[in-house]
C-alpha cells in the first residue's frame, strides 16, 4: 500500500536554505506534491512533479526527485521567518488518484 | 479566483448530536477528497470521490461517518451520533482529473 514518510522536526536559521525529505513507497504513483500549512490554516499547493520530472524549480523552491530511490526533496533557498510552517509531502496514485499524505515536517525558522 | 468552499468553519456541539460538513469544489473538478486532521493522526483520508461517484470510504468509522455527493457543486460529511474523539479539522479537496488537488480551509469540529 501506499506509504509516505517525513521528518517531524527541522530547524534553521533565516537566510540558510532548507531541505525537507520525503519517501514515498508507492510504484506507480504518478504525481508527487508539496503542501504548505500555516497555523490555523487549509493546505496549499507549492509544486508538483509527474513522477518522471526530475528537477522543478520556482522562485526559492526546488524540488528533487530520485525516482530509484522513491525520494523527494524540497529546498528552500534563503528562508526566511515567514516559511515556518509544515510542509507535507503526499503522492496520488496514478491508478485510483487515491492522494496520501506524509505526517508533515514542521519548519521552525529562527533568526 | 476559484477555491474549494467548506461550511461550517467552526462547529461546536454535544456528544450525540448529529454533524453536517459540507463542501463546494471547484467549478469542474471531477475529484473530491475528505481528510480528518489531528495533531495524533495527522492527515488522514477518510473518503474520496471521482465523479460523484465513491471510490474509497475505507478510511471512515462505518458505523458513525457517512460521506455523499448529492450534485457535482456539493460534497457532505455526516457524522451520527459524534463523539468526544471526533473533535478534529475536517478538510476537503477537490482536484481535476490527475492534477493539482486544492484544500478548502477546513471545519474545526469540537464535541464536548
Known amino acids: 500500500g501506499e506509504d509516505v514518510e517525513q521528518s517531524l522536526f527541522l530547524s534553521v536559521r533565516e537566510g540558510d536554505s532548507s531541505v525537507i525529505n520525503c519517501t514515498y513507497t508507492?510504484?506507480?504513483?504518478?504525481?508527487l506534491y508539496w503542501y504548505k500549512q500555516e497555523p490555523g490554516a487549509g493546505l496549499q499547493l507549492l509544486t508538483y512533479n509527474f513522477s518522471n520530472m526530475d528537477m522543478k524549480q520556482d522562485q526559492r523552491l526546488t524540488v528533487l526527485l530520485n525516482k530509484k530511490d522513491k525520494h523527494l526533496s524540497l529546498r528552500i533557498a534563503d528562508t526566511q521567518t515567514g516559511d515556518s510552517a509544515i510542509y507535507f509531502c503526499a503522492e496520488r496514485d496514478g491508478n485510483t488518484d487515491k492522494l496520501i499524505f506524509g505526517t508533515g515536517t514542521r519548519l521552525q525558522v529562527f533568526p | 479566483d476559484a477555491r474549494v468552499t467548506q461550511t461550517p468553519r467552526d462547529k461546536v456541539t454535544e456528544m450525540g448530536q448529529e454533524v453536517t460538513m459540507r463542501c463546494q469544489p471547484i467549478l469542474g473538478h471531477n475529484t473530491v477528497f475528505w481528510y480528518r486532521q489531528t495533531m495524533m493522526q495527522g492527515l488522514e483520508l477518510l473518503a474520496y470521490f471521482r465523479n460523484r461517484a465513491p471510490l474509497d470510504d475505507s478510511g471512515m468509522p462505518k458505523d458513525r461517518f457517512s460521506a455523499e455527493m448529492p450534485d457535482a457543486t456539493l460534497a457532505t460529511l455526516k457524522i451520527q451520533p459524534s463523539e468526544p474523539r471526533d473533535s478534529a479539522v475536517y478538510f476537503c479537496?477537490?482536484?481535476?482529473?490527475?492534477?493539482?488537488?486544492?484544500f478548502g480551509q477546513g471545519t474545526r469540529l469540537t464535541v464536548v
Open positions: 479537496a477537490s482536484a481535476p482529473g490527475g492534477s493539482e488537488a486544492f
Open positions: 508507492d510504484s506507480s504513483s504518478t504525481y
